[in-house]
């Protein structure tokens, strides 16, 4: 059965560094493209970064430059490194596939940009 575990977010202050780490279960990770999204409060989740099976990438218009998506097959994890963070960055953090599959939404984890 596929699973997706979010884990590294956490309360940061703006202009400050997290490290997002997402592990798959049930599946031959590295055929797959990801994703990572976010939903923050009263919003719509919505797609940050994507990294195809050959590691290509896209990001939101919103992180670039400041997000970094990779990969790590051999550990089914897929990384979102997130730098000079902002207050709008605050929102829980998904992984899914690309293309999302709503029954295999995890619990996220929870990323506050506070001074």
């Known amino acids: 059965q596929v699973q997706f575990v979010e884990s590294g977010g956490g309360l940061v202050q703006p202009g400050g560094s997290l490290r997002l780490s997402c592990t798959a279960s049930g599946i031959i990770f590295s055929i797959y493209a990801m994703g990572w999204y976010r939903q923050a409060p009263g919003k719509q989740r919505d797609l940050v970064a994507r990294?195809?099976?050959?590691?290509?990438?896209n990001y939101a218009d919103s992180v670039k430059g400041r997000f970094t998506i990779s990969r790590a097959n051999a550990k089914n994890t897929v990384y979102l490194q997130m730098n000079s963070l902002k207050p709008e960055d605050t929102a829980v953090y998904y992984c899914?596939?690309?293309?999302?599959?709503?029954?295999?939404w995890g619990r996220g984890t929870q990323v506050i940009v506070s001074s």
């Open positions: 990294i195809t099976s050959s590691s290509s990438t």
């Open positions: 899914n596939f690309d293309t999302p599959i709503e029954s295999r």
